[in-house]
């Protein structure tokens, strides 16, 4: 009996994973995945700064909220990174998340987005239901500036404007609510995102994840290749320019 009913929360789980995918998100639910992704913060290397501020300001009170509450820090909802292309944003995104050990919703615009009218907000607006419902919930948007650019960027009518609509208001009510949901988004440029992003109880966490320098290359190339046979003549040094 015991084992039927793990089995039937398997297929659960699967049943809801699949109905994700085609809704426009990346639904994990499995503990096994979530320490997969926690394996990656290690992996994110040269940004000890960083993490080292991710891991006071935002998993921190979030995990531990009585310690939160007796050193005053109120809960973050809502985290920025930007940077150049490939600097490891969305690593660090996916890391946040595992280190957390919440449920996690990749949301993936292209599947997003619909054709028809109408559509494409029901989908928004039914995953930030999804969270609710398997809150604590970290949600991860990249290429956030897809989603969140200013809005007097569009004719009145387009689709992008009407999706930050319902973002805006989805994380007002999670604030208020003060819900365990974490939006962490990622973008390459930040100067085209609306201001209505960065006010109060929004995106309140804004990070710089800059490019590696030569020695964080020499270290990223040595994890890539460790266990792999590599020439003796070879070196980070010389790799890493």
Known sequence: MHFRLVEIKFEQEEKQSMIALERGYQLILNKDELRSLASEWDNVVGLDDIKNEIETSVITPLRDVKLSQKYGLMPIHGVLL???????????????A???GWTTIIMNLGELLSKYYGESENRLAELFRVAKNYAPTVIIIDEFDAIGKARTKYVSDDVTPRLLNILLSEMDGITKSNENILVIGTTNQPDLLDPALLRPGRFDKVIYVPPPNEETRAKMLEAMLRGKPIQDQLTMRSLRR
């Not at 930007?82 to 946040?96: E, N, S």
């Open 98 to 100: 595992g280190r957390l």
């Open 82 to 96: 930007f940077g150049p292309p490939g600097v490891g944003k969305t690593m660090l995104a996916r890391a946040i």
